[in-house]
């Protein structure tokens, strides 16, 4: 499985963006897909998740202003981003996993075991 993130760049504050992350060469079946956000010398920190049936968990941070959403059938996840702030300047990664993960389990990285390359988003006036 290799996943493809995109849909990063530069946005003013206040702006939106939307990323994008296709799974291909997928000879498994993705149960559940996440983003997640790392800042140089910092942890990777999870935004949100979203399960086969289209469940959606996500971070405090950003709650009314993020939306994940999930092709099933293109293997493909979305993360609409909305009311910008330079605080979530960031590398965005997206990640899947075939497991069936309890609640708990969703927001730690390791278990997530496949990994895109990450995108950049800035966000700046």
């Known amino acids: 499985v290799q996943l493809q993130a995109s849909g990063g760049g530069l946005v003013q504050p206040g702006g939106s963006l939307r990323l994008s992350c296709i799974a291909t060469r997928a000879t498994v079946s993705i149960n559940r897909m996440a983003w997640y956000r790392q800042v140089p010398g910092k942890q990777r920190e999870f935004v949100a998740a979203i399960s086969s049936s289209g469940l959606a968990n996500y971070a405090e941070f950003v709650k009314g202003r993020f939306t994940i959403s999930r092709d099933g059938a293109e293997n493909t996840i979305f993360l609409q981003m909305n009311n910008l702030k330079p605080e979530d300047t960031a590398v965005y990664y997206c990640?899947?996993?075939?497991?069936?993960?309890?609640?708990?389990?969703?927001?730690?990285?390791?278990?997530?075991?496949?990994w895109g390359q990450g995108t950049q988003v800035t966000v700046s006036s």
């Open positions: 990640a899947g996993t075939v497991k069936n993960l309890i609640l708990s389990s969703i927001y730690d990285p390791v278990h997530y075991e496949y």
